[in-house]
C-alpha cells in the first residue's frame, strides 16, 4: 500500500490566493483527518471525517477553511483567501474504525504564504 | 488547549543512554498513544496502552500509564542515533467527550541522539 498520499508536497503563494490541498486516504480507511502543525500552535486537529462525513470542525480556525471529502478516496483542504499566518505543515492522516486502532499520517504539505 | 503535556520539552543523550520522555494530560481517556516524526516527515504509530492497562513494551520501547495521576511515560531503552526525532502522546478521550472519534495530541518532545 501506498500510504496516504498528499499533494503538493511544497506549496508557496501569495497573501490573498486561493489554496487548495489533497488527500487520499488508505484505501478502506473510513476515518480521516487533517491537522495543521506551526513551531507556536503545535500539531492541530482542524477537521474529521467518517465515512466522507464532517464529524467535528471545531478545529477549523475560520471560514476561510474549507474541507470536503466527496468520496472514500479524495479529500481537500481549501483555503481562501490565505493569509501568512497560515503558514504551516499541513497532515492529514487516516484511520480504520475505532480509535484503538493507529492513525496513518501522510507525509504533509508545506505551505508558504508571502 | 492541548491535552496531553510531554516533559521535557528537549532531551539530548548519548548512544547507548536510555530516554524517558513523560506526557501528561486533563481529561479521562480510553486510550493513549505515542508516535514519532522523523524531521520533515509525518507521524508514526509506536504503541498503544489502554486506560486498563498499566505498562506496555514493544521492542525498545516501554510505555507505562497512570490513570489516577494522568500521566504516562515512554521509556527507549539503548537508544541509538537513528531514535533522533521528535515523540509525541496522543490521548483518545472520546467516550467522555460527546463520543468524538479523535486524538489529540501534545506538544511533542524533542529527542537527540549523539554518537
Known amino acids: 500500500d501506498a500510504g496516504v498520499i498528499q499533494s503538493p508536497r511544497h506549496e508557496v503563494t501569495e497573501m490573498g490566493q486561493e489554496v487548495t490541498l489533497r488527500c487520499k486516504p488508505i484505501?478502506?480507511?473510513?476515518?480521516l483527518f487533517w491537522y495543521r502543525q506551526t513551531m507556536m500552535r503545535g500539531l492541530e486537529l482542524l477537521i474529521y471525517?467518517?465515512?466522507?462525513?464532517?464529524?467535528?470542525d471545531s478545529g477549523m480556525p475560520e471560514d476561510r477553511f474549507s474541507a470536503k471529502m466527496p468520496n472514500a478516496s479524495f479529500s481537500t483542504l481549501k483555503i481562501q483567501p490565505s493569509e501568512p499566518r497560515d503558514s504551516a505543515v499541513y497532515f492529514c492522516?487516516?484511520?480504520?474504525?475505532?480509535?484503538?486502532?493507529?492513525?496513518?499520517f501522510g507525509p504533509g504539505t508545506r505551505l508558504t504564504v508571502l | 488547549s492541548q491535552q496531553g503535556e510531554e516533559d521535557p520539552q528537549a532531551l539530548s543523550i548519548q548512544e547507548g543512554e536510555n530516554a524517558t520522555m513523560n506526557c501528561s494530560y486533563k481529561?479521562?481517556?480510553?486510550?493513549l498513544q505515542w508516535y514519532r516524526q522523523n524531521s520533515g516527515r509525518g507521524l508514526v504509530h509506536l504503541i498503544l496502552?489502554?486506560?486498563?492497562?498499566r505498562e506496555k513494551h514493544s521492542g525498545r520501547l516501554r510505555v507505562t500509564l497512570d490513570t489516577s495521576k494522568k500521566s504516562s511515560s515512554l521509556l527507549i531503552t539503548a537508544s541509538r542515533a537513528a531514535d533522533t526525532a521528535s515523540y509525541f502522546c496522543?490521548?483518545?478521550?472520546?467516550?467522555?467527550?460527546?463520543?468524538?472519534?479523535?486524538?489529540?495530541f501534545g506538544a511533542g518532545t524533542r529527542l537527540a541522539v549523539h554518537p
Open positions: 492522516a487516516s484511520r480504520q474504525g475505532s480509535s484503538y486502532n493507529e492513525q496513518f
Open positions: 484505501s478502506g480507511h473510513d476515518y
Open positions: 471525517f467518517n465515512n466522507n462525513v464532517p464529524i467535528d
Open positions: 481529561t479521562s481517556i480510553n486510550n
Open positions: 496502552i489502554r486506560s486498563n492497562e
Open positions: 496522543a490521548t483518545d478521550a472520546s467516550v467522555f467527550s460527546g463520543g468524538y472519534n479523535k486524538l489529540i
